[in-house]
């Protein structure tokens, strides 16, 4: 028991240190995993000290022949033991299955029949409407925006997708009077993902475009913001959502391949810009592939 909870601890700690240099260091191990950890912890002390307290009686080679023969100690040891052998290997496989289980949902977001990310904050908009063929969902799109432009973590963003910017807040923000916008989903400098659009429905993001001669990209496409700028390097924290979040999409889209995600500039070149010099694509593509 004890050999079982130091293996575990051990493998629970490299783990911690290996965060750093993990692709995904927002993973976190769960509280459940933590809780069969400690309570695995807390029996195998419990073990020690009967064992300690009982030595003379049960445990001494000299009476271990007895006690096998004599009635009540010998189930009771017998009983003892299988308690032993059953925590012994229910406590390392449940950590090991919560673990698994939590990295598993970490990497792969669940997309409810909705097209809802079941597991990312949710701000409905009304800036969407019905696709003309829902099963044509074949392209992801990646932008960039920031208000006012190179500001981050401001509330601007969410207030155009919602219809509630105040078009009086900032110089800038006067050509945004009226604007009806929205993308599926928004990824802040943090890493934070929220979802204005479920993916079934057609959000408002691509305007006039064309990819391979199929014009009004809306129609068949997925958008997704990133905060920033085409200058600004975006965070870490960025593709490393935008890698989980597009693997989950392409997982419930097939016909959305690496060579089916571009950016706002390719499909409305010497229109739009974004996402930019700035965002990293062999990166990005590189740590897609990764997660593969
Ligand atoms: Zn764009």
Redesign the pocket.
Known sequence: MLISVNKLNKFYYVYKRKRSDCLFTNIKISAYSKLVSTCGFVLSVGEVLYLAFNFESYVTWADVNSHLRVGLNYLYVRFYTSLVTIIFLINPLASVLCISWCLYNKRIMKIDLNGVLSTVAQRPCSHFDERPDEADISLLVI???SLPAGQFGTPFVDDLFMGSIDCNAHPSFSDLKNLRVSAHCFIKRTGEIIQYVPLDKRAW?AGQSEFEDAPACNNFSIGIELEGTDIAPYSLEQYKTLTIISKSIMQRYPKITPSRIVG?CDIAPGR?T?PGSSFNWPLFFNMLEQLS
Do not use: R
């Open positions: 932008h960039n925006i993001h706002h739009k974004d």
